[in-house]
């Protein structure tokens, strides 16, 4: 029989990460998924396809020998890291975030050197020293080899962290400039941060165009209590979080008493927007509850700093909305929201769009519309609130997937175009929607490696058959899926066209439940009764503006009959 640990190792989610459209995810075994958009490559499956659903990414003819440990999503590109400390990179490269020249593709599918639809290997780590190298160390002991054990990636830039604590950075990095003091530079080989040499980065978070990261305060880690809190790049709307709109071409410290070292608050997690930035802190003293604060600063537009207003800040301050007696285990932010979720299964979201991250024309209507200014309780499902035993929680621009029981399930919410949410379907949802993970192949590989340990050949060639109808049948479920799709819209658009609000699940009419017909007629007057008088008046004014502009279109249209009657009689008299 099959190793049952194997099995659940293959499907266990352990960590993932969302992109501007795309999600990643990786499993136990090592391996990872993509779904999402596909343009650009950055889905690493070999074409620009869409996928609606967790497709493998291969990583070449190596792939049996790649254990992936590690990943990361900037906006249009990929990492993943090796457990040999090998880093894999895949999608957008025009600021060079692949950090791979053109020649370097190696015979990789590109365009231009461009991007890159497959994963490449990243040869230029090989190349480099670590910044603690010295000179001082004897030839023979032989110099500590580089390897890097973290990776980070967000809009157009990429870092990684090597086994000395050294933070390396590629792609469209914040630098010193002799002109300007501050400038954005495309950079396709990684290269150290000096500013930390002697001490060790542990954590790190990027935005569009700026950096926060936790480094020690002395040379070695011994745990989130000895962490300062850095921050440098662009900080036109206080991102950096330094009292100031000053860019930062080099690290500076957040200075306040709440982050420093004799603060009672210790940092453990940190997360970048586009323009904001959050920090998760606890207590340091030894408590019988840990509690958690989530403090944030930066753009404040939209809500995305969940302080009740849309005025930015230029320094940390506490989400006052969030419950006090909460330990939060993970948070993330997308380009205008933020999401976290505590270790009992609570998800709060707020920012643009109730939270979701969508855009003001993408808005679902309704009195619930506009922005999030304070925390919303994310719900699971209508009977069940919390998310069960939940690990790690990722935002995309505009879609939040949370992972939860323990990592094999997985649940999205927000854009779903391009399959983004990863339910098959290319449809925004508003409230928490299931990904389909384990994907249905999976069923199929334990069932043909069990038959291949029992050397039945006979079994093998059912194997085949099988594999044969299931490839049909996904076939055929992608198409009906697509159908679907276009179904929903269309329902959509005729229930806010009828009704005045989008459609839901529990706006099945009553009249369809048992049939496949149903009296719309019925249906109009049963909601009529049941509106109360704002609804009611709301609807009149939805039919008042359309009935004006029926009325406009056909006083135009009879103008211009008017006065093609008058041309022709024109004409005749003439």
Same mark, same amino acid.
């Given at each position: 029989?099959?190793?049952?640990?194997?099995?659940?190792?293959?499907?266990?989610?352990?960590?993932?990460?969302?992109?501007?459209?795309?999600?990643?995810? @990786?499993?136990?075994?090592?391996?990872?998924?993509?779904?999402?958009?596909?343009?650009?490559?950055?889905?690493?499956?070999?074409? *620009?396809?869409?996928?609606?659903?967790?497709?493998?990414?291969?990583?070449?003819?190596?792939?049996?020998?790649?254990?992936?440990?590690?990943?990361?999503?900037?906006?249009?590109?990929?990492?993943?890291?090796?457990?040999?400390?090998?880093?894999?990179?895949?999608?957008?490269?025009?600021?060079?975030?692949?950090?791979?020249?053109?020649?370097?593709?190696?015979?990789?599918?590109?365009?231009?050197?461009?991007?890159?639809?497959?994963?490449?290997?990243?040869?230029?780590?090989?190349?480099?020293? !670590?910044?603690?190298?010295?000179?001082?160390?004897?030839?023979?002991?032989g110099k500590t080899s580089l390897k890097i054990i973290a990776v980070k990636a967000g809009g157009m830039m990429s870092l990684g962290i090597d086994n000395l604590g050294a933070l390396w950075m590629w792609g469209n990095c914040p630098?010193?400039?002799?002109? $300007?003091?501050?400038?954005?530079?495309?950079?396709?080989?990684?290269?150290? =941060?000096?500013?930390?040499?002697?001490?060790?980065?542990?954590?790190?978070? &990027?935005?569009?165009?700026?950096?926060?990261?936790?480094?020690?305060?002395?040379?070695?880690?011994?745990?989130?209590?000895? @962490?300062?809190?850095?921050?440098?790049?662009?900080?036109?709307?206080?991102? $950096?979080?330094?009292?100031?709109?000053?860019?930062?071409?080099?690290?500076?410290?957040?200075?306040?008493?709440?982050?420093?070292? *004799?603060?009672?608050?210790?940092? %453990?997690?940190?997360?970048?927007?586009?323009?904001?930035?959050?920090?998760?802190?606890?207590?340091?003293?030894?408590?019988?509850?840990?509690?958690?604060?989530?403090?944030?600063?930066?753009?404040?537009?939209?809500?995305?700093?969940?302080?009740?207003?849309?005025?930015?800040?230029? @320094?940390?301050?506490?989400?006052?909305e969030l419950p006090q007696n909460v330990y939060l285990v993970s948070i993330d932010c997308g380009l205008f929201h933020t999401c976290v979720v505590s270790s009992e299964g609570d998800v709060w979201s707020w920012g643009m769009e109730?939270?979701?991250?969508? &855009?003001?024309?993408?808005?679902?209507?309704?009195?619930?519309?506009?922005?999030?200014?304070?925390?919303?309780?994310?719900?699971?499902?209508?009977?069940?609130?919390?998310? !069960?035993?939940?690990?790690?929680?990722? &935002?995309?621009?505009?879609?939040?997937?949370?992972?939860?029981? *323990?990592?094999?399930?997985?649940? #999205?919410?927000?854009?779903?175009?391009?399959?983004?949410?990863?339910?098959?379907?290319?449809?925004?949802?508003?409230?928490?929607?299931? =990904?389909?993970?384990?994907?249905?192949?999976?069923?199929?590989?334990?069932?043909?490696?069990?038959?291949?340990?029992?050397?039945?050949?006979?079994?093998?060639?059912?194997?085949?058959?099988?594999?044969?109808?299931?490839?049909?049948?996904?076939?055929?479920?992608?198409?009906?899926?697509?159908? $679907?799709?276009?179904?929903?819209?269309?329902?959509?658009?005729?229930?806010?066209?009828?009704?005045?609000?989008?459609?839901?699940?529990?706006?099945?009419?009553? #009249?369809?439940?048992?049939?496949?017909?149903?009296?719309?007629?019925?249906?109009?007057?049963?909601?009529? *009764?049941?509106?109360?008088?704002?609804?009611?008046?709301? @609807?009149?004014?939805? %039919?008042?503006?359309?009935?004006?502009?029926?009325?406009?279109?056909?006083?135009?249209?009879?103008?211009?009959?008017?006065?093609?009657?008058?041309?022709?009689?024109?004409?005749?008299?003439?």
């Amino acid at each position: 029989m099959v190793d049952n640990t194997a099995r659940k190792c293959s499907i266990k989610v352990v960590a993932v990460a969302a992109g501007e459209a795309h999600t990643l995810l @990786l499993t136990g075994d090592g391996h990872v998924y993509s779904w999402g958009r596909g343009i650009l490559g950055r889905l690493g499956g070999g074409s *620009e396809h869409d996928q609606h659903f967790p497709v493998q990414v291969n990583f070449g003819s190596e792939e049996d020998s790649v254990r992936i440990v590690g990943i990361a999503a900037g906006a249009y590109h990929s990492l993943a890291l090796a457990d040999d400390g090998s880093v894999w990179c895949w999608g957008y490269n025009i600021y060079g975030q692949l950090g791979i020249n053109g020649e370097d593709f190696h015979g990789r599918k590109y365009s231009d050197g461009d991007y890159s639809v497959v994963p490449c290997l990243l040869n230029k780590f090989l190349e480099l020293h !670590p910044p603690d190298s010295s000179s001082t160390v004897p030839e023979a002991e032989g110099k500590t080899s580089l390897k890097i054990i973290a990776v980070k990636a967000g809009g157009m830039m990429s870092l990684g962290i090597d086994n000395l604590g050294a933070l390396w950075m590629w792609g469209n990095c914040p630098q010193q400039s002799k002109e $300007l003091g501050f400038s954005l530079i495309s950079n396709f080989t990684p290269t150290p =941060v000096w500013d930390f040499h002697g001490h060790t980065v542990v954590q790190v978070a &990027c935005g569009n165009e700026h950096v926060v990261a936790l480094v020690t305060g002395g040379e070695s880690y011994k745990g989130v209590d000895d @962490l300062v809190c850095y921050s440098w790049g662009n900080n036109s709307h206080g991102q $950096l979080g330094l009292g100031d709109t000053k860019n930062r071409p080099r690290p500076e410290v957040v200075k306040m008493k709440t982050f420093d070292l *004799e603060s009672p608050c210790a940092i %453990y997690e940190v997360a970048c927007g586009a323009f904001h930035t959050a920090l998760l802190t606890r207590n340091k003293r030894p408590s019988d509850t840990l509690q958690s604060t989530c403090w944030t600063f930066g753009l404040g537009d939209n809500g995305q700093l969940g302080h009740g207003t849309t005025q930015s800040t230029l @320094l940390p301050e506490p989400v006052k909305e969030l419950p006090q007696n909460v330990y939060l285990v993970s948070i993330d932010c997308g380009l205008f929201h933020t999401c976290v979720v505590s270790s009992e299964g609570d998800v709060w979201s707020w920012g643009m769009e109730k939270g979701l991250g969508l &855009c003001p024309d993408d808005s679902y209507g309704g009195t619930d519309s506009g922005d999030a200014l304070s925390p919303l309780l994310v719900s699971c499902n209508p009977h069940q609130p919390k998310f !069960p035993e939940p690990v790690q929680v990722a &935002c995309g621009a505009a879609h939040t997937v949370i992972v939860a029981q *323990e990592g094999y399930k997985l649940w #999205s919410w927000g854009r779903g175009r391009s399959g983004v949410l990863g339910n098959g379907k290319t449809m925004d949802n508003y409230t928490p929607t299931t =990904v389909l993970w384990p994907p249905l192949v999976e069923d199929f590989k334990q069932e043909e490696l069990h038959s291949s340990n029992k050397h039945n050949k006979n079994e093998a060639k059912d194997v085949i058959e099988t594999n044969e109808r299931l490839s049909s049948a996904l076939k055929e479920l992608k198409l009906l899926q697509t159908k $679907l799709s276009v179904m929903e819209k269309y329902a959509s658009i005729l229930h806010g066209s009828i009704f005045g609000e989008p459609f839901g699940e529990q706006d099945i009419h009553a #009249s369809l439940e048992n049939s496949s017909v149903s009296d719309i007629t019925k249906e109009w007057e049963n909601m009529l *009764e049941a509106a109360d008088r704002t609804k009611l008046i709301k @609807l009149e004014m939805l %039919y008042q503006n359309m009935l004006t502009g029926v009325k406009d279109k056909l006083m135009k249209r009879r103008i211009k009959e008017i006065i093609n009657e008058c041309l022709q009689s024109s004409r005749v008299e003439n």
